[in-house]
Structure formats: C-alpha cells, structure tokens
T-cell receptor, first 113, second 110 residues
Framework: NAGVTQTPKFRILKIGQSMTLQCTQD?????MYWYRQDPGMGLKLIYY???????DKGEVPNGYNVSRSTTEDFPLRLELAAPSQTSVYFC????????????FGPGTRLTVL | EDKVVQSPLSLVVHEGDTVTLNCSYE??????LLWYKQEKKAPTFLFML????IEKKSGRLSSILDKKELFSILNITATQTGDSAIYLC??????????FGAGTILRVKS
C-alpha cells in the first residue's frame, strides 16, 4: 500500500491564481482530512470528509473548497490564492470512528507571492 | 473555544536524559488524546489514549492520560539523537476531528 499520497510536493503561486492539491489514499479509509501547518504552529483542520459525497468545514475553511466524489480522492481547491495561504498542507485519512488513528501524507509546501 | 496547550515549547537535552512533555486540553465532546512525532515531513503516530490512568508504552516512550485534570504526558527515557523532532499532541472530538497543540520541539545533543 502506498498509504496517503499528495501532489505536488512543492508549488509557488502568484496572488490570485488557483490550484488544486491532490490527495489519494489506498487504504479504503472512510474519513479524510486536510490540515495546514504554519511555522511554529500545530496543524489546523481545514476541511474533512466522513465518506464519499460528504464534506464539512473544519477550523479554518475560508479560501478553500473540497470535494469527495470517490472514497480514495479528496482534492483541496484554492480559488484565489493569497499570501496568508502560504503554508504546508497535509492530507490525512482514518478508517472509522473506532479505528481512528489518522495517517498523514507527506505534505505539500505552498508559497504564495 | 477548543484548545490544546503543550509545554515546554522547546527543549534541549543530552543523550541519555529523560524528558517529560506535557499536554493539556479543553475540548468539547472529547474522545481520545493522540501523540505524534514529526520529523522533517508528515507526523507519525505514537499513541492514542482513551482511558485515564492506563499507561501506554512503546520502547523508551510512554504516555498516560488524566481525564479528570485534562492532561497527558509523554515520557522519553534514555533519549537518543534520533528522538530529536517536534512532538505533537492532539485531542480528538467525536466525529474524528483532531485539535492540535503547537508542539514541543525536542533537540537531543550527543
């Protein structure tokens, strides 16, 4: 199993550009999450999904959108990139509420200039 | 507002020392407390604690949860340079959402 994979690893955007961060897991996990981590800070939840077709906002959803059309994929969309979105983005997944250890992807480092 | 506070923010020790990392939490609908180790990339899972007073151990690492006082500690004995990392504590709410602390940066000097 590849686990949780994320692409790209690095990206530089100009203010106002848009992009999609890809996240895929091959563990048949129902729950998927997007976090951002700013320097010296813990991870903050952006959006999460409890299954295909179901998404919900986390702590810091503004400026982002998600979709969950399949169990495996959970892309994160930035529509109008802003410097405040410069961060490292982590995708994670877990099987269920009972088996709820979250497995993290390697992260995407995004810089908005 | 839900919050998780870790202390100390950073710590420098020598190889062989024992360290104790602290985590306090205020989270509605608390379910579990998790510890992660983060080196250069993604956090990797260490422990999940659901019940008070039951110590979990893995090699030189151990952790315990106190649900009455709302805190957890992570102990590392006989530290090694490979233990240098950021240690993240997270409180899990119902619905599997994690609220993370800012982390403790541990540096182990040889």
């Amino acid at each position: 199993n590849a686990g949780v994979t994320q692409t790209p690893k690095f990206r530089i955007l100009k203010i106002g550009q848009s992009m999609t961060l890809q996240c895929t897991q091959d563990m048949n996990h129902n729950y998927m999450y997007w976090y951002r981590q700013d320097p010296g800070m813990g991870l903050k939840l952006i959006y999460y999904s409890v299954g295909a077709g179901i998404t919900d906002k986390g702590e810091v959803p503004n400026g982002y959108n998600v979709s969950r059309s399949t169990t495996e994929d959970f892309p994160l969309r930035l529509e109008l990139a802003a410097p405040s979105q410069t961060s490292v983005y982590f995708c994670a997944s877990s099987y269920s509420i009972v088996y709820n250890e979250q497995f993290f992807g390697p992260g995407t480092r995004l810089t908005v200039l | 507002e839900d919050k998780v506070v870790q202390s100390p923010l950073s710590l420098v020790v020598h190889e062989g020392d024992t360290v104790t990392l602290n985590c306090s939490y205020e989270v509605t609908n608390f379910r579990s407390l998790l510890w992660y180790k983060q080196e250069k990339k993604a956090p990797t899972f260490l422990f999940m604690l659901t019940s008070s007073g039951i110590e979990k151990k893995s090699g030189r690492l151990s952790s315990i949860l106190d649900k009455k006082e709302l805190f957890s500690i992570l102990n590392i004995t006989a530290t090694q340079t490979g233990d240098s990392a950021i240690y993240l504590c997270a409180a899990m709410e119902y619905g599997n959402k994690l609220v993370f602390g800012a982390g403790t940066i541990l540096r182990v000097k040889s």
